[in-house]
């Protein structure tokens, strides 16, 4: 079902979606700005990233969504800022894309319903599947952010 996770890797919730598949043995990958920035500063070395020649946070997002097989947008509330930043991009080239707000859904339904969406979109290939959070959580609270939630319970 799932092959790989791709991630922005912005610091926050994009981190806690990396780190889960980290965790989890599950092959990650994706595109971050050169110099490897982040809001807060450089990308910590461990994460292993491609680099975009540009230091465009809106052309790595788009390469993520392009280089994926669909978009999965986690939020806490609604698509605002980066979220949809993030789901203009998969419009834009025929992407799948869904938005799971974790504060509408709990943690099982959103399980079950990215599961079926995945199963749905694709009948069972192997595809790649590009996750992208908002950054809505408080940097800080990066851990609690819903794909450390969801993921591990995926890939089970």
Not at 131 to 148: C, E, F, N, V, W
Request: hydrophobic share 35%.
């Amino acid at each position: 079902m799932l092959s790989k996770i791709i991630s922005g890797c912005q610091t926050g919730a994009d981190i806690a979606g990396i780190d889960a598949a980290i965790a989890n043995n599950f092959p990650y990958g994706g595109w971050v700005p050169e110099g490897r920035r982040t809001s807060v500063g450089l990308l910590p070395d461990r994460y292993i990233l491609q680099e975009m020649p540009t230091e465009s946070y809106p052309k790595r997002t788009e390469q993520n969504v392009i280089d994926s097989d669909g978009t999965v947008i986690f939020t806490h509330g609604k698509l605002s800022g980066g979220s949809d930043l993030t789901r203009k991009p998969a419009i834009k080239h025929g992407k799948p894309w869904i938005h799971q707000d974790m504060i509408a859904l709990f943690q099982d339904d959103a399980v079950r319903s990215l599961v079926n969406w995945v199963k749905e979109q694709h009948r069972g290939a192997e595809c790649c599947w590009v996750l992208i959070l908002t950054s809505t959580l408080q940097r800080k609270d990066y851990k609690a952010a819903p794909s450390g939630q969801v993921l591990p319970k995926m890939s089970t």
